[in-house]
């Protein structure tokens, strides 16, 4: 949800600049006075009254608002009916700031308007958008243009619209509407404390559109620096944590140990694990851990009912680590985190330590959940790690039954000592990685 509030009096452009602001950068437009207008219409409608309170509060709950896009169109519907001309007549010109004050029609269209923008990315235009429905919009701009430049212009389209009136009548009307907006006990016009102020009196709409474009692409710019300088700032901390280290904390030993057993339980109650092949699990020494990838919940079980209490350090794309719980999981259960589609240099060198000081190296070769079913192009890591340090690959199928109960099935390890080099080739590699997967699928579709 990305939030540009657009307020200022009326007159400025401002409903032309956020519409063109839209069509340009892809928000959703809406135009708040629509909905005050809207209510105007209905009460017009139905000859209710200004004083007539109940009769407002009814016309309230049963209006229904709409803004919708046809052939590129922004139409207003009430009820059903497009009024997106009727609601800029000169009777609901003249009613509409006095429904705007009445707090209880206030209320109510807040409440609407913010639903209106629920996740979505929105310019919303308005006079209290940036101090009171949404006060902590992204981007507030307050357009503000003097009232003889309005006024001249009102004036200058009155008369090519042949409508009478004269440039110091329009004045006047123009203050005493500024006066009202300012003056309302709620909902007043005024300018966000954050609030940039563009002022349009002496450029064109294509030029303050342009203004307010610059705006908001530059405070985009600096949210995305920020985000990209605090995910940088965090990750190569965590990540120094995440090294192979044969010591480890006796903290993390104790708090690894403790959810182990509690997850165990878990698992064996919620999913009633049932393991086969147990005895194929290499005794000692290090191995490749490679299984499917079926869901994110029940990754785990992968680790805690085939390797016992031996240490494996798991292959998982970094994007893991931006929440923090399962950042916790991650540094407790060792992971290695690996930037996908780079070739994670860091993460390959990692790994191989894992493996030369003797312990599991876990990997889901599909690199996404269900990634087989998926048709995924199986990546050739595995197969990497393997021929190049001759240790022998452990395939895992997993499967989930129709009553929810998981069958882990362990194959007999495949060994890829005799196949030992520093450089595999390609064809080497993707045969290597058919033949991992092509075992895990067997495993999968043979668990009973
Ligand atoms: O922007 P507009 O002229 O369509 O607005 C119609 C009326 O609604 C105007 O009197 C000001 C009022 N209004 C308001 O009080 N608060 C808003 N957020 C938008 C409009």
Redesign the pocket.
Known sequence: MFIVAIDGP?GTGK?TIAKLVAERLGLVNI????T??CITLAMLKENVKIDETEKIKEILEKSKIEFKNENGEQLVFLNNEDVTKQIRSNDVNNM??LV?SLKFVRYKMVDLQRSLAEGKDVIME????GTY?FPNADVKIYLDTTAEERARRRQKQNEEQGIKSTYEEVLKNIIARDEN?KN?EM?ALKIAEDAVVVDGTYDSIEKNTQKVIDIINEKKNTIINKKNASSSENQPKIIEKMKVTKKEPIFKVIQREILRTILWVIYKIVYRVKVIGKENVPKDGSFILCGNHVDFYKVPVIELFTTGRKRVYFMAKIELLKKPILRWFAYLFNVIPVKRGKNDMNAMKQSLQALNQGYILGIFPEGTTNGLSKKVKVKTGTAYMALRTGTKVLPVGMKVTKTNKIIVNIGKPLDYSSKKQKNPEKELLESTTKEIMDTIIMLTDTAK
């Open positions: 009326a409903g135009d708040t006075g629509a005050y207008r509409v700031s705007s308005g006079r209290d958008i429905v907006d309302k909902g």
